[in-house]
C-alpha cells in the first residue's frame, strides 16, 4: 500500500483526516462547514485536509448543493477509484468473493468457487493464489487492493489472528499466512459477525445501532452490534448462541456438550429430523434420492421446502420454533431494537419467520418484543463477503 496517511496510527492530522473519511462513509458527502462543525475544527484547517485529501484521490469534489439562501457550498465525497477492497467468504466445499470500491459499494460478487479447505498452511496459501487470480481477472489490478477481509465459521480471534476451527500452529496465525500472500492489511472476522457488520452497514441509515444477526446455516451462530459497533466479548467469541445450553433432548453437539440450542435450531438439526422422518416411511418429494442413497443433502432439503414439501416445511416451522425461543432469550437480555435472520435456512422465508415471532410473542417480556423488528437478511448469501469488505475498509481507515 502506498505511503498514506492511513500508514499513520499516531498524527494528529491522519486522526482528522480519519474523522474527515468516517463522516462521509456516515453521510455519504459533507460540506467544509459541515466538517468544521462536527470536528470542532476551524473552517481554514478543514479545508487544507480536505485539499490534501482530494490530492491524494481519497476525496472527490462533488459539486454544489442548494440551500434556502445564500451561496451553495460544495461538498465532498469519497472518490469510488481511491482503491477496493476484497472479501473472502470461507467454507469447508467452497469460497465466495465481493470486491467494493473505496465508497463501499460491492461492484463484483463471485459465487461459490469450489475448494475443499484443509487446516493447514498450503490449503491456505492456494486460496489466496485463487482469490488475487480472481480478483485481477475481474479487471481490478492487485495493487489497488488496499486490504482483504476473511471469514470463516467458527471461533475467530479478529485480534489475534487465529481461529481455533482452523488451527494452524501456536506461532502461525491464519491472519499472518493471509498477509504475506495478499501484501495488504488482512482482517479475519467470524462468519456471523462479517454478516452482522453487512447488514448493518447495508441497511444504512435504516440500521439500529442495537442489532443481533442470528446466522442460521449447518451451525447455528449470531452477531452483535452494540451502539453501532461489533461486541467481541472478552476473549474476543462473542456470539456462540448455537452453544447455549437450553434443549433437553440429549442430542450430544459436536462441540461435545449435550443440549446445545443448535441441537434443535440449525441446518443439522433440519437435515436430522428429516433422515428421521423419512426412515419412518414419512411421505415426501424426498423419499426417492433417500431410498436410492440412503441420506439427502441439506441443499436438496432446503429445494423441498421452496417447492412446497409439506414434510420439509413442517420440520422447517419446527426448527422457527426452537429458535424462536433462543431469540426470546436474546431479546430479554440484550434488548435489541432490530433482530435480523440470515444465513442458508432463510430460503424458507414465511415458513422459518412466523414460528420464530410466534414463539418471541409468547415466550419473551412483552415491553421488550414490541420494541423489537424482527427481519429477514436483505443480503442473504452476499452477507458474509460483503461484511468482509466493509470491515476490512473500516479497519484499514482506522475507524474501529
Partial sequence: MTNTFLNDNSGKSATVKREILRLCIAHNNYSIADFSRALGI????????????????????EGKVGTSGGRRP?????????????????????????????????ISYIQDIEFVLEANENSFRTICRMVMDQVIKSGIPWIKVLGVGVSLSGRVNPEKGYSLTYFVG??????????????????????????????????????????????VSWGL???IIMDG??????????????????????????????????TGASGSALHRMIIEKLKKGQASSMSAPYNRKGDVELDEILRAVEEGDVLAIDAIGQIGDTLGRGISGVLNVFNPGLVVIGGRLIVGKDYLLLPIKTAVNRLSLPRVSQDTTIVLSQLGRRAASVGDCLLSRSRVLGLM
Fill in 229 to 262: 459497533r461489533l461486541y467481541y466479548g472478552k476473549s474476543g467469541y462473542s456470539g456462540e448462541l448455537g452453544h447455549f445450553p437450553v434443549l433437553d433432548n440429549d442430542i450430544i453437539c459436536r462441540c461435545g456438550k449435550v443440549g446445545c440450542l443448535e
Fill in 221 to 223: 451462530g449470531m452477531g
Fill in 42 to 61: 476551524s473552517v481554514p484547517t478543514i479545508t487544507k485536509f480536505v485539499s490534501e485529501l482530494i490530492e491524494d484521490n481519497f476525496l472527490k469534489d
Fill in 170 to 215: 501456536d506461532d502461525l496465525p491464519l491472519k499472518s499466512i493471509f498477509q504475506k500472500e495478499f501484501n495488504v492489511p488482512v482482517t479475519i472476522e467470524n462468519d456471523s459477525r462479517a454478516m452482522a457488520y453487512g447488514e448493518y452497514m447495508s441497511l444504512g441509515k435504516k440500521a439500529d445501532p442495537d442489532m443481533i444477526f442470528i446466522n
Fill in 74 to 106: 460544495s461538498v465532498y465525497g469519497l472518490n469510488p477509484d481511491a482503491g477496493y477492497f476484497v472479501g473472502v467468504d470461507v467454507a469447508r466445499h467452497h469460497f465466495h468473493i465481493a470486491i467494493s470500491d473505496f465508497k463501499g459499494e460491492i
